[in-house]
């Protein structure tokens, strides 16, 4: 099973993925789940993900290029009216949404044959990072394309299995918890 955590503190942000993933007891591979995205200078962008597989690949791969289609929201990024990309987005808020453009464009490419094999549309993301110019952030992406912010109340978010994490995650970390505390507590 998919394990996954993202924590924001004062200090910082820590993501901790597995690599392990498994379709049926007999099928278990290593796969990548975190992707960092940067460009040095201006932002650096962290996505881990949990959930069918060829889902999150399938977003991984159109977030390098997704744009957010201008044509109902008029979402440009005012330099010259470019839609806009987790590249020239002004906010990681407006990166969040063009995430969640790429969750939706696949579920819209591959919702129907998923469920017409009994598949579920299964997938959520942990994206957070900083673009020059804005504080760090940190979201948890639904399987809608949907999302919401990390914030001081609840300072981490996980994906996959979670339930074995989660009180000791609960008991030990606080926005003011210092980094390499809460990347031990993460490994744990």
């Not at 955590?5 to 796969?31: C, K």
Request: aromatic letters at 8%; one cysteine or more.
């Amino acid at each position: 099973m998919t394990y996954c955590v993202g924590i924001r503190l004062n200090a910082g942000l820590v993501f901790l993925s597995d690599s392990r993933t498994n379709a049926g007891m007999d099928q278990i591979g290593t796969f990548r789940k975190m992707m960092v995205y940067e460009k040095p200078g201006d932002r650096f962008m962290v996505m881990l993900s949990a959930g069918n597989l060829s889902i999150s690949q399938s977003v991984r791969e159109l977030l390098q290029v997704e744009k957010i289609s201008n044509d109902h929201h008029g979402d440009h990024d005012g330099e010259g009216g470019e839609p806009i990309t987790i590249w020239n987005a002004r906010s990681m808020f407006d990166a969040v949404r063009v995430l969640g453009s790429a969750v939706r464009r696949v579920y819209e490419q591959d919702g129907p044959s998923l469920k017409a094999a009994g598949i579920d549309f299964n997938c959520s993301m942990i994206f957070g990072g900083q673009i020059k110019g804005e504080a760090m952030r940190m979201f948890l992406v639904y399987s809608a394309g949907n999302f919401i912010e990390a914030t001081r109340e609840t300072c981490f978010f996980q994906v996959g299995e979670s339930k074995y994490g989660k009180p000791i995650l609960d008991r030990v970390l606080a926005p003011r918890t210092p980094l390499d505390e809460a990347a031990k507590c993460a490994l744990v």
